[in-house]
């Protein structure tokens, strides 16, 4: 009987073990079934967020990206394939060039050709920039982003130059001289070819140098954890691809909350230690970013007068790639590809805008048209929504003549302090969800927060919301639809990395020749930031905004001619 008591014993013990490890498999098993979570990397809680992000960017392995799940048809495929030819740069005959090596463009200059020639308004200009690196040596190839313009600073005019890469060394820049007068050359190096080739590795292999963050509570209890496009590692990730657009957007799933319980979006940080001590020699500010190259002989031609009539000048048909797209002449922009009414007066605008609603679409540099606009119209007030400063979403109301404005930012990736979950919506989205008509407005800008990832997220983005302009344009063809393009901004050694001109240039190409044939129209921002005289800024100043509401409220109001 002791026996069969021991054995007894024995075999409950046993079930006990058994049932120990049944309850702690199940409690496994309950606190990773999410429907919302996919294979991932690490969990980062509030209080260690900054320590724990630092770590999981020196993972090497490989990561999840949304961007190459996607499926894409064979019409799909090509464009794709085509644009990113498009953009292809030349690249240095060898991968390691040494800094001494690289273009010095104190040692380069440029020269006019046939500067002492009679030119008249209308003539093209050519100019011819040799490039020579740390050794006074002549380059033999190309690759370098140069920048160039034409300005009379007495005349408050200037223009943007179209630039051909030879890529021996020698670049060709022609210039449409476009008004009277002393005309002077500038042309600058943003980036030697070498540095290029450093952007290109790291808009490649580190996506994830702009790192996110999102916030997960449940009552008092609160976790962050990072997000991204892409996320390294093979632990949980709650999954937020849009449902609609299938745009990927991930985030390390919380230790224990669910991914249901996130309440909002937040840039994290920039990532450091991206470039080797060598690399780090072709990022300098007062050496080799956005540097004047200068003239071996004349920087300057005279101009005379041509008897023409303004559209003679110009068949003002509208095309994403004519270049220069317009010009400055007295602080006002000119554009060749529309006619242009400047707004001077607060009651012009009013008069425009009456019995519309305006939706503004985009990140910061479109927010500044909303700002501009409610500060410059009295009777447009800006209504309390209870947004985050500088975030929104925003609206401005005129009761008395019937004009509602609203700017709404775009979806993830943005790199904005906070944004409530709730209020994360992709354009695309917001587009299906708009009735159109005759007297409803859009404006839509979408590229700087893109320029850390590679070119088919952006190209992914694009593709989405030109099919919701289509369908909108398709159901009410009176809707008027306005892009506006890219600007230059201030260079240093770091924000080179994130947000190069560079960067923006090859996004905003890839951007005109997508939305190129189709009814939208374009305000040049690009060319209107390059072309005026005031310092590169991401937000440019109040005069350049002035000049882009201008033409943007050209379409909304087209003048009789």
Request: charged fraction near 20%; include cysteine.
């Amino acid at each position: 009987m002791w026996r069969d008591s021991f054995r007894l014993q024995i075999f409950c013990l046993l079930m006990a073990v058994l049932a120990i490890v049944v309850l702690v498999h199940n409690f496994f098993q309950v606190e990773h079934l999410d429907d919302d979570t996919v294979s991932g990397s690490s969990w980062i809680t509030e209080n260690n967020v900054q320590h724990s992000l630092s770590q999981t960017a020196k993972t090497t392995r490989k990561p999840y990206c949304g961007y190459k799940q996607q499926t894409l048809s064979k019409r799909e495929q090509a464009e794709q394939e085509s644009l990113l030819a498009a953009i292809q740069w030349p690249k240095p005959p060898s991968r390691k060039i040494a800094f001494v090596q690289s273009t010095d463009p104190a040692r380069s200059d440029f020269m006019i050709v046939k500067p002492s020639g009679f030119f008249k308004v209308g003539d093209q200009l050519e100019v011819l920039v040799r490039m020579k690196d740390f050794q006074g040596k002549l380059k033999q190839y190309g690759g370098d982003y140069l920048q160039a313009r034409i300005h009379s600073p007495l005349l408050k005019a200037g223009a943007t130059g179209r630039i051909v890469d030879c890529r021996n060394g020698l670049y060709k820049v022609f210039f449409t001289l476009l008004w009277p007068g002393e005309v002077k050359v500038s042309v600058s190096l943003v980036h030697p070819s070498e540095a290029i080739q450093v952007l290109l590795r790291l808009r490649e292999e580190r996506p994830d140098r702009v790192y996110f963050k999102s916030s997960f509570k449940s009552g008092r209890y609160s976790e962050t954890t990072e997000c991204n496009v892409c996320l390294p590692g093979d632990l949980p990730v709650c999954n937020f691809t849009d449902l609609y657009t299938g745009e990927p957007w991930f985030c390390y799933k919380p230790r224990k909350l669910s991914c249901a319980s996130r309440i909002n979006h937040a840039k994290g940080g920039y990532q450091k230690g991206l470039l080797t001590q060598e690399e780090s020699l072709f990022f300098q500010s007062d050496v080799n970013i956005k540097r004047p190259i200068l003239s071996s002989g004349p920087d300057s031609v005279i101009v005379k007068p041509k008897a023409f009539t303004e559209s003679s000048n110009t068949d003002r048909a509208e095309d994403p790639t004519v270049s220069p797209s317009g010009y400055y002449y007295e602080d006002e922009w000119r554009s060749r590809t529309h006619w242009i009414h400047h707004f001077n007066k607060s009651d012009d605008i009013t008069k425009c805008l009456q019995g519309k609603v305006i939706h503004l679409f985009g990140d910061s540099t479109i927010r500044q048209w909303f700002e501009y606009l409610t500060a410059f119209v009295p009777d447009l007030v800006e209504f309390n929504l209870g947004s985050p400063k500088n975030v929104g979403p925003f609206m401005s109301v005129d009761l008395k003549h019937n004009i509602l404005l609203k700017f709404r930012c775009h979806g993830p990736p943005i790199r904005f302090s906070t944004v409530f979950s709730s209020e994360l919506r992709y354009i695309a989205n917001e587009l299906n969800g708009i009735v159109g008509g005759r007297n409803t407005v859009i404006a839509i800008t979408i590229w700087s927060h893109f320029s850390t990832f590679p070119v088919e997220v952006y190209i992914r983005r694009l593709r989405n919301i030109r099919r919701s302009i289509i369908q909108l344009l398709d159901r009410s063809p009176k809707t008027l639809i306005v892009i506006r393009t890219a600007n230059v901004q201030e260079l240093g050694p770091e924000v080179s990395l994130f947000n190069s001109d560079w960067y923006s240039f090859q996004l905003d190409s890839v951007m005109r020749k997508m939305f190129s044939g189709i009814a939208v129209h374009f305000v040049d921002a690009w060319e209107m930031s390059l072309a005026h005289y005031l310092p590169h800024n991401l937000h440019p100043k109040e005069v350049i905004v002035k000049n882009q509401i201008d033409a943007f409220l050209s379409y909304v109001c087209p003048l009789q001619t």
